[in-house]
């Protein structure tokens, strides 16, 4: 059962990453690569369930983390360009 779970993830996973390289827009394809990052950590839960191993879970957890800021962080510099500076308001001196 878990195998058959494990060959729906992979097949997925390369659905998403279809969408990655054919993707129209860049958001299309930061939103895929989060999709196959989000199916990779469902990947290595099945891979420890099957294996019998629990810790994989915390690898997973672990995954998930990076997937996330790093989504994040490439969404910010195709917005804004820059990832070092902050938004640009208005001087706290101004006030």
Known sequence: ???????????????SMIRAFVGP????RILAVNV???LTVVLISVYGFLDGRPDFLDIGLLYALINFIGTIAVTKYV????????????DEGDV
């Open 1 to 15: 059962m878990y195998g058959v779970a494990a060959l729906a993830v992979l097949i997925s996973m390369a659905l």
């Open 25 to 28: 827009t860049v958001f299309d």
């Open 36 to 38: 196959s990052g989000t």
């Open 79 to 90: 917005k804004f360009q820059d990832l070092g500076h902050p938004m640009e308001g208005p």
